[in-house]
């Protein structure tokens, strides 16, 4: 089954540019493109998996880096729709997070996304222990916290950010990017996962 991009309504962001936003879609798209693609080509190598083992092994490792560079996307792009909202502080997702990281929560979180190299600050909800487990993923598919859903996606690609602050601007582009985040959306997420 081939996967559709999603569409996202996303309103004129503080600090992130329309531009900017509209390049990351057009990548975003690119990983669905390419997690169908590969997809194929693996059905095609599975009907003779000794010829093709070489070019199986590297799609097979391959396939995920797309399928989490879709996935991941989708939920980022979503933390923009409705336009920016605070967090609100008596909410079941504030109480957990003042529970666990009392007032660094964001400090840490920042310096997560602040780590050299291509990837992802997430922030992981773990069910069984009831607590919240925050990441770095490198790339798309490397780092995660297995199993867990993520409730929080910031992608610290270049380029998110490369357009509006140049390659030294990572800084800059997190905090616009906590600027124009709809906690609404991180509490929705949180809500549907509690039992
Ligand atoms: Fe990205």
């Known amino acids: 089954m081939d996967y559709s991009p999603k569409t996202f309504n996303i ?5 992130i540019s329309q531009k900017s936003i509209e390049e990351h879609l057009g ?21 003779d998996t000794e010829a093709n083992a070489h070019a199986l092994s590297e ?16 939920l980022y792009f979503a ?3 409705g336009g920016a909202k605070s967090l609100a502080t008596d909410s079941p997702l504030a109480k957990q997070i003042q529970a666990e990281y009392r007032e660094h929560f964001e400090a840490y ?7 050299r190299g291509p990837g992802w600050a997430l922030l992981y909800w773990d069910p069984v222990a009831k607590q919240f487990l925050a990441g770095f993923s490198g790339e798309q598919h490397q780092g995660h916290f297995v199993t867990l859903p993520i409730i929080l996606a910031l992608d610290v690609w270049e380029h998110a950010f490369l357009l509006d ?21 991180v509490e929705e997420r949180f809500a549907a996962l509690q039992n």
Not at 33 to 40: C, D, M, Q, R, Y
Not at 109 to 115: D, L, N, P, R, T
Not at 167 to 177: P, S
Request: cysteine-free.
């Open 27 to 47: 990548l975003y798209q690119g990983y669905v493109k390419n997690f169908n693609a590969i997809s194929k080509k693996l059905i095609e190598y599975a009907a």
């Open 59 to 74: 799609l097979v490792r391959r396939r995920s880096f797309e399928f989490g560079g879709m996935r991941l996307h989708e």
């Open 79 to 81: 933390q923009f729709e």
């Open 165 to 185: 602050y140049g390659a030294q601007g990572k800084g800059k582009y997190i905090d616009a990017f906590f600027k124009n985040l709809n906690w609404g959306v």
């Open 109 to 115: 979180f920042k310096a997560i996304a602040s780590m």
């Open 11 to 15: 309103p004129t962001l503080d600090g």
